[in-house]
Structure formats: C-alpha cells, structure tokens
RNA sequence: GGUCAUGUGGCCGAGUGGUGAGGCACAGGUCUGCAAAACCUUAUACGGCGGUUCAAAUCCGUCCAUGACCUCCA
C-alpha cells in the first residue's frame, strides 16, 4: 500500500516515490498580491496544504515552498506592457510595497482562517531579483534567449526544436504542439520585440512611470512572471525536487515556460511528480477576474455579496472542498455550501462525543460483524489517501463511522458491541485525520474551562427545573441561550449537552 | 480552430465491470413536556444511440451538451 499521485506530466497514477527520501520537496505557486485572494484561490491551498499533511503523516520530511508573487506581472495582449502591481498603487495612492504588503497580510489571514499550516519557506519574488538574474544571464548564454531594447526573450522556438529531440518539446505539460499555437494564436500588438509569438519574457524593461524596477544587466526593468517560479523552486529545493503544484489554470503557459526555463538552466526536469488540482466554478463558470463573478473571501466570512444567501465559515469551506476530489471541478452554490455546514456540525457532534465519553468497548466484540466493518472503514482511510488523495471518499467513510457513534450514543447498540481496541484504533485515527491530515477545527471554545462551567451550571439548572416540572424557567434558559449562539440539547437519558455555534 | 477535461438521483458529490459511497433536502416511523438532535425505514441515478461481455455508471465507438486552456489567472 503506496503512495499513488496523478502526474500531470505523464497524465496517469504513478507511484510516488521521493528523490531522496525521507525528504520531500514541494513546490506551490502561491499568490499574485495585487489584489485580495477569493473563493478559487482557496482550494489550491486548502488542497496542498492537505497534501502536505498527509505526507508528513506518512513520516516524510517534508519542505513546503509557497512563493508570494509580489513583483508584479507585466501585460501585453494588446496593452502597453506595465506593472500590474504599481499601475494600481498609483490609483490607490500606495507605495507598491505597501499595497503588496496590505494584500500580503489578508492573504495570511485567510490562510490561517482556513487553518493551512505555514509552508516551510515563503519566498517572495522581490526578494530574489539577483537569483532571477542569474537564472536569465545562464539561459542568453547557453543560447536560448535573446536580448531586445532592454527585455529579454526566451526563445521557444530554438527551445522545442533542440529539446523535441531529447524527447521534451515545448508542450510537454500541456499536450500543445508548438506549431499549431503559431497557427491559432491571435494577432498581437507590441510584439515586434519578439522574435516568435511564443517566445515570452524573462525581463521588461520597465518604462519610465514604472514604479517598481531594478536594475539588470540590460537595463533598469522587471522579471518576468515566470522565471520567478524557476529561480526560487531551484534555490530551495534544488534542481531536481518531488512536486510541484498549483491550480490546472497555470499548467499553460506558467508551469510550461518553468519546465523549459528550468531544463535549460539544469539539464533537467525541475520535478518529478506536477500535481494541478481543478477549479472552483460557479453556476458552472470558472470564478475569476475575467468572469466577473469573483467572491472575495472576506465576502465569504461576512456574506456580504449579493450571490451569498448567508456568511460562511471558514472550516465549511475547507470541508466543503474536501468533500470532492482535488482534480474535479467543483461547483458553489449557497445549497452546497449550506449542505456542508450542516454536514460538519454533525460530523463535530459525533466526534467530540466520542474523544471525551470514557466508552471503553468490550473484551472481545460483540458483534464482529460491525466490528470488522468499523476497522474496514477505519483501515480505508489510508487507502482512500494513497488512491492520490480522495479526501471525499475519506470523508464517506467517516460519516459511516459517525452514524456508528451516534448509535452508540443513543444506546441503539451497547458500547462492547465493539472491541476496546477497535474503539481505541477509532478515537485514534478520526483524530489524526480530522484534525492533523484534513486540518478541521471546530469553534469549541479552547478557553480555561471558566465558561465551560457556567454553561454546566445552567444545565444543572435546568435540568433541576425539569425535575420539578417548571419548563418555563427550562425553556427559558434553553431560548436565552439559543439566541446567544449556544444550543443545548436533552438526551434520552436526562442529561444534556450543548453546542456553540 | 487547436489542446485537454467533464456529463451520476431534487441539490452537491465518490465510484475498483457483478448485492445502489457519502452529505444535504424530502417522506414515513421511534424517542421526547415541547424543541432540537439522533436512530430506523423508504424513494429517486448513471447525457443519447450502438457495440464488447454471462454481466457496464464502469470498457470500445459515435453523437450531443458543458467547461477549462490557447491572454493575466488558483
């Protein structure tokens, strides 16, 4: 029972076998911080942030590089070639590093909302100009790339030419044949600098209004935005690592022009394994800029957009996109989302019952039949992970087991219908993959117990006034606390519980 | 136009050729002072048409539909 992870590159299941384990290196392309992240940006890092997970599950030792792009991308498509990012400065009055670094921090925020662990190392493409630099003077002196009124080319052409040969032509990601883009691509503007549409650009020189520039040997400018990626996944993983990652949107032209870049500089293949999860769409559009039906995720927190019928938590939306597999598109909706919250909630009360009950299960099983089928499901939430990472199937297995829980919370089955050990393996891995592989978190208040107490104290309150008959003072308690987010809940035996929404 | 995907019940979504994943919603029931939750039961499905097979959601062909990329994009 291996590791089995879906290769872009190869398009099929391969088995995932590390350079040099136990040590792990992964690559993400992180975010462009020009503008605040949103529901699609999500799932890219929810995903790998589960992947990251898992392999440290796994016991390896793992080096998760996550880049911020914060140097801006230049455009062209027909538009004056400029800065992304200091184009909008100048409209929000901004120093550029203050707007990237406004972005930055929202950014952050959200992750840690979503409760994503921090990569190991978070490079930013400001910070290594001088490496981006380097990378460019190696490949225009190995004879790929060309100089051109102060920007530099790579020159795809001569690329797919030399390397089809060693049987790694321009394309090889995407499955695009060269000439057939030379056919199909539109008519540009400005691009008489460029020898071939295709080839695209490792530095631009930056006009004069430009904000953000640095100097280079060829002038005062800006790195293009792929070289980034190539120098930084290089400079701390090494010429040759095990994954790279990033949202299918980005495997053309980005991951495409990384491989080449990378190949040229390296001699070799910059990763083994390129793992590209899909898109999030709504009303089944990709959600985007272009589309113009982005919600940002502060919207998403707030429910202050007009597509949103309520505010969403963060760790619904992390459950909601663990509920498919990484490489399907998955569809918003208010109906999918509201699913998923409730499906949460039932998933915490089950859980948490169970991690705190003293339910010890019996010497031996009661019922081997059940017994098997729990460890059955349990001893599947490996295989289901190794299957390239079907956190959905997971998930089903995991409600199977809830429904089991349940029936032992309500007395339907006593608890030694199950064996200790079996109880034990439970409590176990539901812990280890709720909370450390899929990174749930509940709101379960983590105080000092002092409100802990108090609802104890009004539950004994009530319940004496059940006793009694009063059910207005137990109702009234029930209701206050209900409208201050807290829900209690009679159980069959008398006692009761609560839940803080 | 080129490249690559996808089409599963009311909704969202797994799926290894052979006894209908799972979640949400719906219906009936149990429990309950009421409520909520939970539990039990039931229902609804694999885009169309062919083909292979004892057997196809699953393989093959074809048609239809949708989407992504080809331009910044997670």
Redesign the pocket.
């Known amino acids: 029972m291996s590791l089995k992870v879906y290769n872009s590159l190869t ?1 099929e299941k391969v088995n995932f076998t590390p350079i040099n384990a136990p040590y792990v290196g992964m690559y993400v ?4 911080v020009s ?1 605040e ?9 929810i995903t790998f942030d589960v992947i990251f997970r898992y392999l440290m599950y796994l016991g390896y030792k793992v080096r998760y590089v996550r880049n911020i ?1 914060d140097a801006g ?5 027909g538009r004056e070639a400029e800065d ?1 990012i200091s184009k909008k400065a100048v409209l929000e009055k901004l120093e550029p590093m203050e707007l990237v670094q406004k972005y930055t921090n929202l950014y952050h925020w959200a992750m840690s909302r979503f409760n994503n662990l921090p990569p190991s190392i978070e490079p930013t493409a400001t910070g290594h100009i001088i490496e981006q630099i380097a990378m460019i003077k190696k490949i225009i002196a190995d004879g790929y790339a060309y100089v051109a009124n102060g920007s530099v080319y790579f020159d795809v052409e001569k690329y797919n030419a030399d390397f089809s040969q060693k049987g790694q032509p321009y ?1 090889i990601l ?4 060269l000439d ?2 030379l ?4 008519e ?1 503007e400005n691009q008489e600098e460029k020898r071939n ?2 080839d ?1 650009a490792l530095w631009k020189s930056a006009a004069p209004g430009h904000i953000m520039r640095w100097q280079s040997p060829w002038g005062e400018g800006f790195p293009g ?2 070289i980034e990626c190539s120098a930084m996944s290089t400079k701390y993983l090494g010429e040759e690592f095990d994954i790279h990652g ?9 991951h495409e022009c990384e491989i080449a870049q990378s190949t040229v500089c390296n001699h070799k293949m910059p990763a083994r394994y390129w793992l ?6 709504i009303n ?8 113009n039906n ?1 919600i940002r995720l502060t919207e998403l927190f707030t429910g202050d957009h007009p597509a949103l019928t309520q505010a969403y938590h963060p760790m619904t939306i992390r459950f ?1 996109i663990l ?11 208010n ?2 989302l ?3 919250e ?5 998933l915490w ?2 859980y948490y019952w169970l991690q705190q009950s003293d339910i010890k299960g019996g010497a031996t099983a009661g019922d081997a039949a059940l017994d098997n089928k729990v460890k059955r499901l349990v001893d599947e939430f490996d295989e ?1 992970m190794n ?2 990472f ?1 956190t ?2 997971v ?6 087991l ?6 032992v ?2 007395k ?1 089955i006593p608890a030694e219908t199950l064996a200790g050990s079996t109880v034990e393996l439970l409590r176990k891995q539901l812990k280890a993959y709720i909370e450390d592989i899929f990174g749930l978190q509940s709101d379960r208040v983590a105080d000092d117990g002092k409100l802990e107490g108090v609802l104890q104290l009004l539950m004994d309150i ?1 319940k004496e006034a ?1 006793g009694r ?1 009063d ?2 003072t ?2 009234k308690i ?1 209701n206050e606390l209900a409208a201050l987010g807290v ?6 035996d008398g006692g009761m519980s609560y839940t803080i929404n």
Not at 183 to 186: A, D, F, L, N, S
Not at 402 to 407: C, E, H, L, P
Request: glycine letters at 8%.
């Open positions: 398009r392309c992180g975010p462009t503008g992240s949103h529901l699609g940006h999500a799932r890219p890092f792009t991308h230049f455009e062209e498509e992304k394309g995407s499955g695009r044949i057939d883009q056919e199909t691509t539109r540009l549409r295709s695209f935005w792929h990033g949202g299918m949107d980005l495997q053309f032209p980005h590209h999860n899909n898109m999030i769409t089944g559009k990709k959600m985007g800029k272009s589309y982005v909601f509920q498919s597999h990484y490489r399907g598109t998955l569809d918003f909706s109906e999918a509201q699913a998923s409730k499906a949460m909630k039932r009360e089950a289901c299957d390239d079907n959905a199937k998930l089903a297995n995991i409600f199977e809830v429904s089991v829980i349940n029936s919370k309500d339907h009530r059940k008959k059910f207005v137990s109702d029930r829900q209690l809940k009679d159980e069959k």
